[in-house]
């Protein structure tokens, strides 16, 4: 189901999503699902394009989704979500930014972040955009304005928001240039995403955490993260 899939990106199990997804596109294409469409070609899913470096591909299969299934109410929001990763993923800071601020008074009128997940989604996006956008000029405003979405989406009190907020606060620090605070902030995160069983998101916070501390502990945590990562194909 759509719901495994992405149970299993969250676990960090990106070659057994890589081989599935395939199978369930075409079967949503066959039954004629449009909304199982968009959801497998959008949203957080859309990721397993850019896991193989694959930029246009991730492009393609959002502008599929929107003609097959609109851009209204769940589909905005997930076709929202997937553009500006891309986005952020090919170094495209400003065209995030401007996207979000523009849609995002349409997500607030859907009340989708009324629902928790929805929410911590959206938080963290916007948390991550402003920390991409300081890089463009008026760097402390953006900065404090990604600790604004970070400090919402801590507020959630979920365990899964909570790690992602520590490794936001860790890049935030990092961009402050406190790399005593953005070590402390990694390391959390590491354990926190641990505990939730989030693999992938461990391992990127672990190798966050190595290249700052340096040493033979940072450079034992860079190698366990890439060694896990090389697994995953």
Not at 35 to 56: H, I, K, M, P, Y
Not at 78 to 91: E, N, P, W
Request: one cysteine or more.
């Amino acid at each position: 189901t759509l719901y495994s899939l992405r149970s299993l990106l969250e676990l960090g199990q990106l070659g057994a999503v890589r081989s599935e997804l395939p199978e369930r596109l075409a079967d949503a294409e066959a039954r004629g699902d449009r909304f199982a469409q968009n959801s497998l070609r959008t949203g957080e899913l859309n990721l397993v394009w850019l896991a193989r470096d694959d930029v246009e591909g991730a492009r393609r299969e959002v502008a599929a989704a929107e003609r097959d299934a609109g851009t209204e109410g769940l589909p905005l929001l997930q076709t929202l979500v997937a553009q500006t990763r891309i986005d952020l993923y090919a170094g495209e800071p400003a065209r995030a930014q401007r996207r979000v601020v523009e849609q995002w008074p349409a997500i607030e009128r859907s009340q989708l972040l009324r629902i928790q997940h929805q929410r911590v989604t959206l938080l963290g996006l916007r948390a991550r955009v402003a920390l991409a956008g300081a890089r463009l000029g008026q760097a402390r405003a953006m900065l404090d304005e990604a600790a604004g979405f970070t400090n919402e989406l801590a507020r959630t009190g979920v365990a899964w928001a909570l790690a992602d907020a520590a490794l936001l606060r860790g890049c935030i620090g990092q961009a402050l240039g406190d790399s005593q605070r953005a070590a402390v902030s990694f390391d959390q995160a590491a354990r926190d995403y641990g505990s939730c069983d989030m693999t992938l998101h461990a391992a990127i916070a672990r190798l966050r955490f190595g290249k700052i501390v340096g040493g033979d502990e940072g450079r034992a945590a860079v190698g366990r993260s890439r060694e896990w990562m090389a697994g995953q194909g």
